[in-house]
């Protein structure tokens, strides 16, 4: 337990997420099996206890504890899990005893009754230390709370094991905690564990951005198009009884989505976009989406007001068959045949978009002015699906950004690398004789920028509230941002979409700055 | 004996204990900047504090200034005054008063543990014991400091190639911290953001030694990488930690107890290592002085008091505003 506990404590003060992957491959290569197994079992939440509740891992502290100290204790640190481990006090007649491995509190657990799981977390608390005692209250509650995704950890596994995070995504649904087979193959000592049938995530096939001067050299007639959607890129995963939906990155984002999952009754895995629908198959703006997103559940309101739906793109699997391995347009084709035959509710195909050489493909682009088209997507009709971002076979051709001249209000020290300069800005235009703020941005600027304008807050604070400094209404920035839509979070009424700082107007007063009025033109649909 | 909008004021003396303002008659406890504020005209304290006052505040460390060493006793009006070491930093006190048969302890800040950088605490027995309760909560206990010293060591020995900085209070903590490194085997120069000298200088001219000491304002950049930095808690993430390459930040400080707190302020890492008393220590000091009444000061002082009350001891809250956390 202690060496869990160690990497814990070291996980919940690091940063940086390269940090992060170093402190997790250390603790790999260092810890033996099987106690490093379900270690990551417990941080990819694959080992869940549901038997220790928060009410009563209270009733033991207040049993060991005054209870009115404990509430004072409680209300000043803020987390339980963590109140317990500061507060639990230590008997000295067990202080020689030996604290429990890993594994033997994960079997014993796992043998024990439900009514005897407090009195052995009772034992364990005891012979623990503080670091211990948070990591097995933490491990029992079921949520580390650590800042490492399941992906964080398969992306520390897969280079310190120097294998590609995409074959060992491949392999994943097909194992089970220890994961001694795993690390196994990891270490050079086997071969790669076998890939299971389960819903586990495939890794995505992404793309890259087109470069205008990359047309020239391409072949129109070799590329299928199709818009870009404004979501979020989702997989679909149904195998038998299980149901997935994960984020780009291989994140489980089921939970937040029961409207999709509740018609994914079918075995298929799927590729499309992510969306909320507002009114007959009309897409809302991202910031409809934005409600659905980390959530963990969600209330019948937001299901009814926010309803979500997917845009398919493309099919991996049909059943056990692989389809990754055929031409874009054959599994096109095969998509087509499998929605026609399936027919799911709330589940549209994205359309593919016809076209007669690059200039007709440009003029489609700038047509579309809808809000729910990010740009164009350019596929080779003849390419595989493979994971990652190889170059050549996809493209993603965005619409020209929107830019508005923004006065710079407020600014904020950063985090990690940035965490001594004011990174974060807050911006705003004019709305008569006030600053309204409409956005906020921490990049677009180079690290020279970075240091003139942290330069030019500090001498231009007028106010400070905690890590934020309210400046002079003096620097002009211009921002850049794919769309902007009505909103009620902001007092200006608006908020952007992916706004970064396009340039710093040094030479342009403040009073020149936007209005209010220029942005709400902006806005479409 | 009455708290005033000035602070703690012993009447039958005609002198208050730290005023928060400026007064005619004061007796200060130990020189950190919030205890010992300028412009008072008699000022009586150890010669340690003295110093420090002189050392920060210069021509405001009071008009006429009465050394008192530790054990001497003085009269001031109808009241007799001691000073006993209290283990807090270099020539901290605690204010033993005796008036009409009767024994009030003003405690200020204290530790109990062991500090070659200061006289231990010393437990005395009172009628009225007014303590301090900066960790007064049962969540925090200080773990031994050596062991929070070995974190440091252990990390610089994973991280050779990175340069650790560590957060300290320029009064104390600094000294203690380096006192306690070398008590550890490091032997290496330790660099002192330029905010650190004088005070370092001073606590050597008291005798205590801190081995090599070098300047990390002029020093060179590759002579930093891989090297121990002291600066204070305020700087450590700000722009004078540039000249750091990818820096560990740490910070030594009792709240680094809890992990909110010490993520909060960006510190990767927290050595739990404080000058007060954590709770353990100061419910054992109130068994040992015995007093029948507890007046809590600056700090949590609802737990204090509600433990206090539970055992029978009449206990209350002094509202004492103008106190600032330790590290804030």
């Not at chain 1, 919940?12 to 390269?18: E, G, H, L």
């Not at chain 2, 006052?53 to 530790?70: C, N, T």
């Not at chain 2, 009172?126 to 010293?149: K, N, S």
């Not at chain 2, 539970?310 to 590290?327: D, K, M, P, T, W």
Request: neutral net charge; proline residues 6%.
């Amino acid at each position: 337990m202690n060496r869990f506990a160690t990497l814990i404590d070291a996980l919940v003060f690091m940063p940086s997420r390269n940090g992060k992957i170093r402190l997790l491959a250390d603790f790999f290569a260092t810890t033996p099996d099987p106690d490093r197994g379900w270690a990551l079992a417990a941080l990819t939440e694959t080992l869940v206890f549901h038997e220790a509740k928060p009410a009563a891992i209270r009733q033991l502290a207040a049993a060991r504890v005054d209870p009115e100290l404990f509430a004072l204790s409680y209300d000043y640190v803020g987390d339980l899990a963590e109140t317990v481990a500061l507060i639990w006090p230590e008997r000295p007649d067990r202080a020689n005893s030996l604290p429990p491995t890993l594994p033997e509190v994960v079997d014993t657990l796992r043998a024990a009754k439900r009514s005897q799981v407090m009195e052995l977390v009772e034992g364990w608390l005891d012979t623990l230390d503080s670091s211990g005692r948070f990591a097995l209250l933490k491990l029992i509650t079921g949520s580390l709370r650590v800042g490492v995704s399941a992906r964080l950890a398969k992306t520390a596994l897969a280079e310190w094991g120097k294998v590609d995070v995409g074959d060992l995504e491949e392999c994943w649904h097909g194992l089970t905690p220890p994961y001694v087979d795993l690390f196994a193959w990891l270490e050079g000592r086997a071969e790669r564990p076998a890939a299971g049938h389960g819903a586990g995530f495939r890794p995505l096939m992404l793309s890259h951005p087109l470069e205008e001067e990359d047309m020239a050299a391409l072949d129109p007639a070799a590329y299928s198009a199709e818009w870009k959607w404004d979501g979020i890129r989702v997989q679909l995963a149904a195998r038998g009884a299980e149901r997935r939906i994960y984020s780009r990155t291989g994140d489980d984002v089921s939970g937040a989505f029961p409207d999709i999952v509740d018609h994914m009754s079918f075995d298929a895995v799927l590729d499309g976009e992510l969306l909320v629908a507002r009114g007959e198959g009309e897409v809302a703006p991202f910031n409809d989406l934005q409600q659905r997103l980390n959530r963990k559940a969600v209330t019948a309101k937001t299901l009814q007001e926010f309803p979500a739906w997917v845009r398919l793109y493309d099919i991996l699997f049909d059943g056990e068959e692989d389809l990754r391995g055929l031409p874009f347009l054959e599994r096109r084709a095969r998509l087509e045949r499998w929605y026609e035959a399936v027919r799911p509710r709330r589940m549209d195909l994205s359309p593919l978009v016809p076209f007669d050489g690059w200039d007709a493909l440009k003029a489609l682009r700038e047509g579309a002015r809808e809000n729910s088209i990010e740009g164009l997507m350019l596929k080779r009709s003849d390419s595989n699906y493979v994971a990652g971002r190889p170059k050549g076979p996809w493209f993603k051709w965005k619409r020209g950004a929107l830019t508005l001249d923004t006065v710079l209000m407020y600014a904020q020290r950063g985090h990690g690398k940035r965490s001594s300069y004011y990174s974060d800005f807050t911006f705003g235009v004019w709305r008569g004789e006030e600053l309204v703020p409409v956005g906020k941005a921490y990049f677009g600027f180079t690290d020279a920028e970075l240091l003139e304008l942290d330069r030019w807050v500090r001498n231009h604070t007028v106010r400070k509230y905690g890590p934020v400094r309210e400046v002079k209404a003096g620097l002009v920035l211009e921002v850049a941002f794919d769309s902007v839509h009505p909103s009620n979070r902001h007092k200006s009424g608006l908020a952007m979409r992916f706004p970064r700082v396009h340039r710093i107007r040094w030479d342009k007063p403040g009073a020149e700055a936007d209005r209010l009025e220029t942005l709400q033109k902006m806005v479409v649909g | 004996m009455k708290v005033c909008p000035e602070g703690l004021y012993v009447e039958p003396g005609g002198f208050y204990v730290d005023p928060l303002r400026a007064v005619e008659r004061a007796v200060i406890t130990h020189g950190h900047s919030d205890h010992a504020r300028p412009g008072h005209r008699h000022v009586l304290a150890t010669p340690g504090t003295l110093a420090i006052m002189r050392q920060r505040l210069g021509e405001g460390a009071g008009g006429s200034q009465q050394p008192l060493e530790y054990g001497e006793a003085i009269r001031i009006g109808d009241v007799t005054v001691r000073l006993a070491p209290a283990g807090h930093v270099l020539g901290s006190a605690q204010v033993v008063l005796e008036y009409a048969g009767s024994r009030v302890v003003v405690s200020g800040d204290y530790k109990r543990r062991f500090d070659r950088t200061c006289a231990p605490f010393e437990p005395v027995p009172c009628d009225v014991f007014i303590t301090e309760a900066t960790f007064g909560l049962p969540v925090f206990r200080h773990p031994p400091d050596l062991d929070e010293v070995g974190k440091l060591l252990h990390s610089m020995a994973i991280f050779p190639e990175r340069s650790h900085v560590v957060g300290v209070y320029a009064l104390g903590k600094c000294q203690r911290v380096i006192t306690l490194l070398r008590a550890a085997g490091y032997d290496r120069p330790i660099y002192l953001h330029g905010a650190l000298e004088p005070i370092c200088t001073l606590y050597e001219g008291f005798g205590i030694a801190l081995g090599e000491l070098r300047p990390a304002t002029v020093a060179v950049k590759e002579e930093l990488k891989g090297a121990l930095v002291l600066a204070p808690p305020g700087a450590v993430a700000d722009r004078w930690a540039r000249r750091l390459t990818d820096p560990v930040v740490a910070m030594a400080s009792g709240w680094m107890r809890v992990r909110q707190r010490a993520r909060q302020r960006g510190v990767e890492l927290p050595l739990i290592i404080s000058d007060h008393a954590d709770w353990d220590e100061l419910t054992q000091t109130l068994d040992e002085v015995a007093a029948p009444e507890v007046w809590v000061t600056h700090g949590r002082e609802e737990a204090l008091v509600h433990h206090s009350t539970q055992r029978g001891i009449r206990a209350r809250a002094l509202a004492l505003v103008g106190f600032e956390e330790e590290g804030a």
